[in-house]
């Protein structure tokens, strides 16, 4: 997809769910169709074609963006990222719990980003914590208004939940108003600590 940007700032090496222009710079490309199968498509213990996609993989430039596509779009089969199926089916049983902190920076730089269930979790916290409108998330993350509405209230229960942990670790005992509050929230979810770094905030408020 086309980065549209008002200042000087690079490309993001993120790409959106449709672009697709990495692939042109994969040293894959342009190899015979029966070359390719018979080493990214390789038999389970073709320990020869392996290597030698391995080989080809290993000084790819878009190594990352490759292993990025298979597990976005649930691709099991084949070497994809310099990894074979069985080497990537870790990654896929915990895909929705990845947090690259470079994937949220990117969505609220307005890429459109396939982003696992945490992901977009860190999304709605800091868009929360910045002021956003449930309108401005949805379109952000091309959700629903009444999904990007609940997100937004989860976010909401999670940093109070997060701040009152905090009191209490510091020994500061809650207030009346905050054990009011806690007869609001049915499922507290408590987030950790090290998520807001100083370095993390700044780059998440210049990116909105």
Request: charged content about 30%; hydrophobic content about 35%.
């Amino acid at each position: 997809m086309r980065h549209i940007t008002t200042n000087d700032t690079p490309t993001p090496t993120i790409r959106g769910i449709a672009d697709h222009s990495w692939q042109e710079r994969g040293l894959c490309r342009g190899l015979p169709a029966k070359e390719i199968d018979e080493l990214f498509f390789h038999a389970a213990r073709n320990r020869a074609a392996i290597d030698a996609a391995k080989a080809i993989c290993g000084s790819c430039p878009v190594k990352k963006a490759c292993f990025d596509y298979a597990l976005d779009n649930e691709i099991r089969q084949g070497m994809w990222g310099g990894l074979t199926e069985d080497e990537r089916r870790p990654w896929h049983a915990k895909v929705n719990k990845r947090l690259d902190y470079g994937r949220v920076k990117a969505a609220f730089e307005g890429r459109d980003i396939h982003l696992s269930d945490a992901e977009r979790e860190a999304v709605t916290r800091h868009a929360y914590v910045r002021g956003w409108s449930p309108e401005r998330l949805a379109y952000a993350l091309r959700l629903d208004l009444d999904w990007a509405r609940d997100l937004m209230r989860n976010a909401a229960h999670a940093v109070a939940d997060r701040d009152r942990y905090w009191d209490q670790a510091d020994g500061t005992q809650p207030t009346d108003d905050e054990t009011a509050e806690d007869e609001d929230v049915a499922s507290p979810v408590q987030v950790p600590r090290q998520v807001q770094t100083d370095s993390l905030i700044a780059a998440l408020r210049k990116a909105a």
